[in-house]
Nanobody, 115 residues
Framework: QVQLVESGGGLVQAGGSLRLACVASGSIFSINVMGWYRQAPGKQRELVARITSGGRTTYADSMAGRFTISRGDAKNTVYLQMNSLKPEDTAVYYC?????????WGKGTLVTVSS
């Protein structure tokens, strides 16, 4: 079993910053890619960013330059630094880790950006 637990969401004004964290635990010996997705009300879940254990990153076009994904030294933690937040960034942010043919998800953390 694999557990992903997110933290760091909250309410922030437009232009502000938040840092999300996700810690993976359990049978994570083969973990490589970790990532963040988000789902706004009435919309489909979309990729925000992902990072490999080697540090290779991928960003959605709308987040590149504002968001930064990183891994902790122990490789079981992933962070998302979000700057210059906009009201349209309001969503539930989910941590994701594909392993051994399965997609593992956290329960999500809500980010609300007020105008």
């Amino acid at each position: 079993q694999v557990q992903l637990v997110e933290s760091g969401g909250g309410l922030v004004q437009a232009g502000g910053s938040l840092r999300l964290a996700c810690v993976a635990s359990g049978s994570i010996f083969s973990i490589n890619v970790m990532g963040w997705y988000r789902q706004a009300p009435g919309k489909q879940r979309e990729l925000v960013a992902r990072i490999t254990s080697g540090g290779r990153t991928t960003y959605a076009d709308s987040m590149a330059g504002r968001f930064t994904i990183s891994r902790g030294d122990a490789k079981n933690t992933v962070y998302l630094q979000m700057n210059s937040l906009k009201p349209e960034d309001t969503a539930v942010y989910y941590c994701n880790a594909p392993m051994r043919g399965m997609d593992y998800w956290g329960k999500g953390t809500l980010v609300t950006v007020s105008s």
